[in-house]
């Protein structure tokens, strides 16, 4: 009898990954959909959400001089290390910002203009409050604040338009808070390339899109 069950609960264990991540996947191509897209609109929007993810465009160059540091050997000795000269890149993630931030600004048609720019402004000193400089990977935002801020200041200030005013604010509250804001920090960061959009934000952007979807149906 064992060895009869063995194979589909290793075929089930091996195969769950799978078909959970499609799950996902389908959920958010949905989400699009709701926000006025097609069905197949929605669905390559999600495939270039995944693949853009993949790519940073940069956009800034500069030098960094990271100075020498003298270490004390004994009384009379000391050591020393040079300077070191590094180039930092300031790149904007194409999944992460650029096809979201085009996706909001088609939306702000569907959207009341004040009460959208009320909700994003609330939005952005927010993220700005709870994003977390992280040395040597970049900035941090807790996954389910945006979405969730999102989505009560899509209710609160967007009405029978709820949901595009949810993800307006959602995405560029999140990209401006987080990371624009915080540009001024590229020091404390210690990587040598900073991406808008990144890791640190991308998946709470990617969450607005599904809760927003969602509001509808409250």
């Known amino acids: 009898m064992a060895m009869f069950f063995f194979p589909f609960w290793f075929l089930l264990l091996l195969f769950l990954p799978l078909w959970l991540a499609?799950?996902?996947?389908?959920?958010?191509?949905?989400?699009?959909?709701?926000?006025?897209?097609?069905?197949?609109?929605?669905?390559?929007?999600?495939?270039?959400?995944?693949?853009?993810?993949?790519?940073?465009?940069?956009?800034?160059?500069?030098?960094?001089?990271h100075p020498g540091r003298v270490f004390p050997v004994g009384l009379f000795f000391y050591y020393s290390t040079p300077p070191v000269v590094q180039e930092r890149v300031l790149a904007v993630n194409v999944g992460g910002a650029v096809i979201p931030v085009l996706l909001a600004?088609?939306?702000?048609?569907?959207?009341?203009?004040?009460?959208?720019?009320?909700?994003?402004?609330?939005?952005?000193?927010?993220?700005h409050k709870v994003s977390r400089i992280i040395p040597g990977r970049g900035i941090g935002v807790p996954v389910v604040i945006p979405p969730l801020a999102a989505a009560v200041l899509g209710i609160l200030f967007g009405g029978e338009n709820a949901a595009p005013v949810a993800y307006i604010a959602g995405v560029?509250?999140?990209?401006?808070?987080?990371?624009?804001?915080?540009?001024?920090?590229?020091?404390?960061?210690?990587?040598?390339?900073?991406?808008?959009?990144?890791?640190?934000?991308?998946?709470?952007?990617?969450?607005?899109g599904v809760v927003a979807a969602l509001i509808p149906a409250l």
């Open 105 to 127: 600004l088609y939306l702000l048609q569907r959207a009341p203009l004040g009460p959208t720019l009320v909700a994003t402004l609330l939005m952005t000193l927010l993220v």
């Open 172 to 208: 560029l509250g999140t990209l401006i808070g987080a990371d624009l804001l915080n540009l001024r920090r590229l020091d404390a960061l210690g990587a040598n390339v900073v991406s808008i959009g990144g890791a640190g934000v991308r998946d709470g952007i990617l969450l607005v």
């Open 22 to 65: 499609l799950i996902y996947f389908n959920l958010i191509a949905t989400s699009f959909s709701v926000l006025g897209l097609s069905p197949e609109a929605a669905f390559w929007l999600v495939v270039a959400v995944v693949l853009g993810s993949l790519i940073n465009i940069p956009v800034w160059r500069e030098r960094v001089i």
